[in-house]
């Protein structure tokens, strides 16, 4: 027992004390003092009568009421002394009213324990097992008798009770027997503080670490306690431990791994032929080196990969043939963090038990996560931000018992812990050991990996497997035994150390004498120490555990609905927990917009002018490129920093299809509204009008793709520094580059064709800027009026002053050749093509001897037949190019009647832009024909030509695509892409493609 709690015994018995006389006060000391003293021998006569003298002193000087000192001992003790502490002190002072009468009278030992918390039924309880004195009063499931060896006893336990695994307990199922023990030891476990008290009956005098216990005295044992009568071991912590769990679980959970290899196919740790089985109620430790295999084997028996050989059962039922059976009653943790750390702990903990308790009510489930919080000694830190590993906002301790919670809400039978001190201090260290400890007195199985640990925690763990080098077994076996198995196979005689920790096997494991060539080398080799290993199992022969039927869970996994409901709900606490998260999302994208249109305003004094504002195009262009980025911006880390939950959630065989969604569902919100708030702000301060929803669509429509663009790159990527240092600089180059709003596509190295060159259709910047700039130059209040007038005075102009004037001077080249000249029927092809299609688009009559143009040989008489039709063309398109000229000016007109000189200059300068109508018409551009295989192309005014392609191909801002013989105006076309794109990568998402093909396909083959 600790000092602080004795410290505080002595102060209630200095209180009692100063109520006596002089001699009664002398006469009780003694006694006191051996009392006190038997709980804790470390502490010395001198120290407590010390004790005495200074607390008579101090409250002598008080002068205050007794009930007034008693309330502040037990006040103080509340303040200073966790709740197991708290609890021990009370025992003590209960058994202190059963051996001292008068001190039973002072103390209202009823009105402490309500101070304290203590319910009525358990201080009946702790008074009943400190006073009975016939065993038989107690027959209670938390009551165990431990007595002397009964031979009529040992034939009753023999034969089937034995192979029913002590399911079927004799008749008097609370009454244990051992060996060499004539008395009786009275065991009581206590729940609240998980550990077992002791009295000893009869008056044997026993001894428990090294403290003598005798008459009716209580003790409190903790983990790696030993009772020891006439000098020899009769009883271990584990022993009472495993008696307990047998006496009061249901059903025994059994973990069989027989002959279990694992060769790994790439990189990995090996695990070599491995045997042992374990049952609930066991704390059991792996220990080794780094790199011996800890994290396969734990892997490997939560079936998260399949062996090479041999198996895992699991009462019976074989682990890889029956995981959908076994699935929840194994629990994995594994090394890396699953928190997340915008949350509380309590949010941690609700959203987790949400998922995994779909049939309880909310109230049910806060009731269920509070009783936990309470258990682990979490409830300080309850409402606390979790934060990241980094700012410790939380103590890393508790962080991992954090982490271990998360999976404590499923209530698995076994627990697989991965490295579970990872990082951690000394007493940190040991609340995780105590926090899995205490899970097995609950009847479960707790294995996990570590990597070192002191000897005052070895004493907690019930077995202990050793891993050495190679993925090799050294021993899987008893604690206690560990130290007697490595000396004896080790072929040197030593003492043997008086510590045990993980620090001293490893050194003892890997112990190393002079070999033959004057070096050192290890006296036993993994292989040697593997062999010495398997012929100790051989030896032991475990019995093939039966099949039984596994208790009812109250686990259920939510339908796919619910699932996405709590994954967006989890989305939306995590970006928004805090205020500042909100606002720094919700104007970014007003406060980018707000500096770019500062810049690119017109640059003249006066007030702006949109239709001289040659910075509109720009704007255009990036603002495709920033929503984009901003997409990426916000999703880029969001499967990346969930990687290891997302492991975890697949694992449990949540939906990853719910996942998905509910990520893309949330970030496509946020970023409409960013959208949203972003073109508000922008065009209002250039003056576009009348195209918010057309901006907004297209926009949107590219943020999206950014976000989900940002969501393969999160998926697909190991590290955040690969994504926003190489994928995205590289993805944004490309998009900037090829998008044609930076540099022109006929000013970029690129070959001639008469479509956008094909890297550009690959650019989602592109359809995205051409959309925008159709939209807003044929889209306006102004130039929608005049657009197809201006397609027919531009195209007749074309065919008038370009096609035609070169189909002439094909012609004139014709006539001056030779009949069978090879270059003639090339040329005249070339004409043949391009009167078949003027014929197709206008509403003259076609060639009377077109067909002839394409035969083998070409007389004059056709050639001057072509030519005179050539020039009666040319006549026919320059007089309709003048007729439609005066249809614009009395269009012009009309609406100049309509809405007045001004209102007309204003309707131009509000909606027209000079520099997005020479940015449309590719004005700049040098050439106006060019021939491209046999065909002529314009390569100016594309904004008014009509695509031939029937899958969608033109040249940039055409107003209209066709597909599939439909004509559909280029904003729809083009958004239609753009989520044609989006949808690609969204179907890769939901598949996983890049990392099936990852570990799958590229990986195969090394």
């Known amino acids: 027992m600790d000092q602080p709690i004795i410290k505080q015994i002595t102060k209630l018995i200095v209180i009692y004390l100063s109520g006596l006389r002089d001699e009664a006060v002398n006469a009780a000391i003694p006694s006191v003092i051996d009392y006190l003293r038997s709980f804790n021998h470390a502490i010395s006569k001198n120290i407590i009568d010390s004790s005495l003298f200074d607390y008579k002193k101090q409250y002598s000087e008080k002068n205050l009421p007794t009930d007034q000192l008693i309330n502040e001992v037990i006040q103080e003790t509340k303040r200073k002394m966790a709740h197991n502490d708290q609890l021990q002190f009370f025992l003590v002072l209960l058994d202190m009213t059963n051996h001292f009468n008068a001190f039973a009278e002072f103390i209202h030992v009823e009105d402490i324990a309500k101070e304290l918390g203590i319910s009525k039924d358990d201080l009946s309880r702790y008074r009943h097992f400190l006073t009975m004195q016939d065993p038989a009063d107690g027959n209670t499931p938390e009551l165990m008798i431990f007595s002397s060896k009964n031979t009529d006893q040992t034939e009753k336990l023999e034969g089937s009770w034995v192979e029913d695994k002590i399911q079927q307990q004799p008749e008097d199922e609370y009454n ?142 074989d682990l890889r043939k029956n995981r959908y059976l076994l699935k929840d ?11 997340f750390e915008e949350l509380s702990v309590f949010d941690n903990l609700l959203i987790n038990a949400r998922l995994y308790y779909s049939s309880l009510s909310r109230h049910e489930i806060r009731q269920k996560i509070d009783q936990l919080l309470s258990v682990l000694t979490l409830t300080d830190i309850r409402d606390k931000i979790v934060g990241n590993i980094m700012n410790k906002k939380i103590q890393p301790g508790q962080r991992r018992i954090l982490n271990i919670a998360l999976e404590l809400l499923r209530e698995p039978q076994i627990l697989l812990v991965d490295n579970a001190l990872a ?193 509109i195009p720009a704007y255009q262009y990036i603002s495709i490129i920033i929503a984009m980025f901003m997409g990426i911006a916000l999703s880029a880390g969001e499967i990346l920093k969930e990687r290891n939950i997302l492991l975890k959630e697949q694992y449990l065989e949540f939906s990853l299809f719910s996942y998905i969604n509910s990520k893309i569902a949330f970030l496509l919100l946020i970023t409409g509204i960013q959208c949203f708030l972003y073109i508000l702000v922008g065009n209002a301060l250039l003056g576009i009008k009348g195209m918010f929803w057309s901006y907004w669509i297209v926009i949107y429509s590219v943020a999206c793709f ?47 064709s008469k479509y956008i060159p094909f890297i550009g259709e690959l650019m989602v910047s592109r359809w995205g800027y051409e959309a925008l700039a159709v939209r807003q130059f044929s889209g306006n209040l102004y130039q929608k ?144 024909i060019g021939l491209i295989g046999d065909r002529f192309i314009r390569f100016r005014n594309g904004i008014y030509q009509t695509p031939e392609s029937n899958y969608g191909r033109a040249l940039m801002f055409v107003t209209s695509k066709i597909f599939n013989g439909q004509e559909i105006n280029t904003l729809w076309f083009n958004i239609s892409i753009i989520w044609m794109f989006s949808t690609l990568i969204y179907l890769i998402l939901l598949t996983d493609a890049v990392n099936y093909f990852r570990n799958h396909v590229f990986s195969s083959g090394a």
């Open 785 to 928: 009026n005049f657009l197809e007038v201006d397609k027919n005075i531009n195209r007749s102009h074309y065919y008038a002053f370009y096609l035609l004037p070169e189909l002439e001077r094909i012609i004139d080249k014709c006539s001056m050749m030779n009949p069978g000249h090879d270059s003639l029927s090339v040329l005249t092809h070339i004409v043949y093509n391009e009167l078949n299609a003027i014929a197709s688009k206008t509403d003259v009559f076609p060639f009377e001897f077109l067909d002839e143009l394409k035969e083998a040989e070409i007389n004059r008489e056709l050639l001057t037949e072509t030519r005179d039709y050539l020039t009666w063309l040319r006549l026919h398109f320059y007089e309709r190019h003048e007729n439609f000229r005066i249809q614009k000016d009395e269009l012009t007109q009309q609406l100049i009647d309509s809405l007045g000189q001004e209102g007309f200059n204003r309707l131009k300068s509000d909606h027209y832009n000079e520099k997005l109508e020479k940015i449309v018409t590719n004005s700049d551009y040098t050439d106006q």
């Open 176 to 317: 244990l027997d051992i060996d060499n023990f004539t008395g009786q030891l009275l065991v009581m476990y206590i729940k609240p503080i998980r550990s077992f008290m002791v009295r000893c009956i009869n008056n044997e005098l026993i001894e428990i670490d090294g403290t003598k216990l005798k008459e009716c005295r209580l003790k409190i044992i903790e983990a790696g306690s030993n009772i020891t009568y006439n000098n020899k071991t009769i009883l271990t912590y584990n022993d009472i431990k495993q008696r307990y769990i047998q006496q009061n679980t249901k059903q025994i959970i059994s973990l069989s791994v027989n002959n279990l290899q694992y060769r790994p196919l790439r990189a990995g740790n090996p695990i070599q032929s491995i045997t042992t089985s374990e049952q609930t109620g066991s704390l059991i430790g792996i220990l080794g080196k780094e790199g011996t295999g800890k994290t396969t084997l734990l892997k490997l028996l939560s079936g998260q990969i399949a062996p090479t050989k041999g198996n895992i059962e699991i009462n019976g039922y």
């Open 423 to 615: 990082g951690l201090s000394l007493s940190d260290s040991i609340k995780v050991i105590k926090v899995l400890h205490n899970y097995t007195l609950e009847g479960n199985l707790v294995i996990t990996s570590v990597s070192q640990v002191g000897s005052n925690m070895f004493s907690y763990f019930d077995d202990i497997w050793i891993l050495d080098d190679g993925g090799y077994p050294v021993y899987t076996g008893p604690t206690h035994k560990l130290t007697d198995y490595l000396y004896k196979h080790l072929d040197y005689v030593d003492q043997y150390p008086e510590t045990v920790d993980s620090a001293t096997i490893i050194d003892l494991i890997n112990h190393e004498e002079p070999g033959d060539d004057a070096g050192m080398q290890r006296a036993v080799s993994p292989q040697k120490w593997h062999q010495l290993y398997l012929a100790s199992v051989r030896a032991e022969q475990p019995e093939k555990s039966r099949k039984s039927i596994f208790p009812t869970r109250p686990i259920k996994i939510p339908n796919l609905e619910i699932q996405f409901l709590i994954f967006s709900f989890r989305n939306f606490k995590c970006k928004f927990s805090r205020i500042n998260n909100l606002v720094y999302i919700m104007l970014s994208g007003p406060v980018v917009a707000l500096i770019l249109a500062f810049f690119l305003r017109q640059p003249q004094s006066g007030p702006s002018n949109f239709s001289m504002n040659p910075n």
């Open 329 to 339: 009653i194994i629990g994995y943790v594994p090394e890396e963090d699953l928190l």
């Open 706 to 752: 950014g976000v989900l663009t940002g969501l393969l790159f999160s998926a697909s990527a190991r590290k955040l520094s690969t994504i926003y240092e190489i994928l995205v600089p590289i993805f944004i180059a490309l998009q900037v580059l090829f998008g044609g709003g930076l540099i022109p596509y006929h000013n970029l190295n690129l070959s001639k």
